[in-house]
Every structure is written in C-alpha cells, then in structure tokens.
C-alpha cells in the first residue's frame, strides 16, 4: 500500500506540478526540477519497496523514502501557512493537522514496511 502511494504521488508530481509549485518554499531553487526530482524519487522509492529479492535495496528504498518525507516537510508547512493565510482558510486545520502529524508516521512507516527499522524482529526462518 505505501508503495502505491508513493507511486501514485510520483506520478501525480510529474504530470501535474502545478498545485506542488504552490505549497513550494520560496528559498527552494528551480522549483520546478525539485517537483520532478521529487516525483521520480518517490517512483523509484515505490519501485525498491517493492523489490522482494533484495533486501538490501529495499531497505535503501525505505531509508531513502523516510529522508524524503523529512526534506519535505518544509512544504507541508508553507502550505499550512498560505492555506490560513486565505480568507477562506483553504482546506482548514482538519486537514493541515493530521497532515503535520502524518508526515512522521510516514518516515516511520517507509522504514517498517522496508524491515530498515534496527529494533524490528526479523524472521530468521
């Protein structure tokens, strides 16, 4: 499921950037590469969860995911300020707050799911 949705996200960023050039900080350079750079990253992350024969590149996948969801965290932010900002306060706090929350969930869960986690049991079997 977390690869389908990094997939899904991956693809969203490639053929529709522009609601992602909205919620980017501004002291991020050439925003437009960074969306595409970040889509093909979560494709190819989504891709390595997904690798059953080889442990090591989706632990990678999972280490790599988790310092994605940290390095965009500072979107999430902007776009609850810009959200608030509007008269309307766009999507709202129902939405911004479990989404703040989310985003460490996320890092956690991309290095469950890759078993990348050092104090998570491994089958020996």
Known sequence: MLALLYALAGVLH???????????????PQPELVIALTGIAEL???AGLLQPWSPALRRAAGWGLAAYAVCVFPANIVHFIRDMARPDHGLGLGYH???????????WLALW?????PFRARDTS
Do not use: K, S
């Open 44 to 46: 190819a992350g989504a």
């Open 113 to 117: 799911v890759a078993d990348a986690l």
């Open 14 to 28: 490639l053929v529709l950037p522009r609601p992602f050039l909205g919620i980017m900080p501004t002291w991020v």
């Open 97 to 107: 707050i479990p989404r703040m929350f989310l985003q460490p969930i996320l890092v």
